[in-house]
């Protein structure tokens, strides 16, 4: 596993700005329901899982959640989850005010202190064994370099009984379309990368998530799949799909397993 450099960091921020992911004022406090500008439909399939991860997770809890939301970008789940009276941690390797932590000081303008902000990577976390209720990984496992390793930090820092999370990272049902979408992702490099291509494209991430990975990264886990209800035209993916005959694309659904 090789730590991930400067260069990348600032290049992937840049890379996401042009992308439309640099939000604040009253769009940024809006997330995850954001419903305008270019990226509003992914949007609103990250609010369905959100709600899912509301429903599953919060709702059920009889008191204060310690929550780390690992690879918290901006800190917006951080944010919602604080002010219904949580105490979330928000993780991330980056610090840049596009989508990293930097954006995250917007929300402790307004509120100092609501939630905490620490750099580091979720495949070494910075904290003490069993300190969390509940460890999220947010829009970020599929970008753990080692997975064993990621899972393993999650597991050591979540008390025993407390929930592991996954929320938003791409499934397959099977090894062989995950590949087919690293491939096209590596063959359309360049035209959607740019001159960054080859940087944003050289760390070996996972990229994607099947049931039998998570098994055999930690088979004392045992993974229970929320199936959630997304907008119509996600749902239609694979039918469409294959009537065009192009790959199978991935589900984000919510992923809880118990920490034994």
């Not at 599929?142 to 597991?155: G, I, P, V």
């Not at 592991?164 to 992702?185: C, N, W």
Request: with cysteine; aromatic share 12%.
């Amino acid at each position: 596993m090789t730590p991930l450099s400067t260069q990348f960091c600032n290049g992937y921020a840049s890379h996401r700005a042009k992308e439309g992911y640099g939000l604040s004022g009253a769009a940024l406090r809006a997330l995850p329901y954001h419903q305008t500008g270019p990226l509003a439909r992914q949007w609103k399939v990250r609010a369905k899982s959100f709600d899912a991860f509301v429903w599953h997770v919060l709702k059920p809890a009889t008191g204060p959640l310690a929550l780390l939301d690992l690879g918290a970008g901006n800190g917006w789940l951080s944010h919602r989850v604080a002010r219904m009276g949580h105490r979330p941690v928000a993780l991330d390797v980056r610090e840049d005010y596009i989508d990293g932590l930097g954006a995250a000081r917007q929300f402790l303008a307004d509120t100092p202190g609501l939630f905490e902000c620490v750099t580091a990577s979720f495949e070494a976390i910075p904290f003490e064994s069993g300190r969390f209720d509940v460890t999220l990984f947010n829009a970020s496992l599929h970008y753990a370099q080692d997975l064993e390793r990621a899972l393993s930090e999650a597991m050591r820092v979540t008390r025993r009984g407390g929930l592991l999370v996954i929320m938003d990272s791409p499934f397959y049902a099977r090894h062989a379309d995950g590949q087919a979408m690293v491939a096209e992702k590596k063959a359309n490099g360049a035209p959607r990368f740019g001159a960054q291509a080859e940087l944003l494209l050289a760390p070996d991430f996972i990229e994607y998530l099947t049931p039998t990975r998570l098994h055999d990264a930690a088979p004392s886990l045992r993974w229970t799949r929320h199936r959630v209800r997304y907008p119509f035209w996600y749902e239609m993916r694979p039918f469409l799909a294959l009537i065009k005959r192009k790959r199978v694309p991935s589900r984000f659904d919510l992923w809880t397993a118990r920490v034994p």
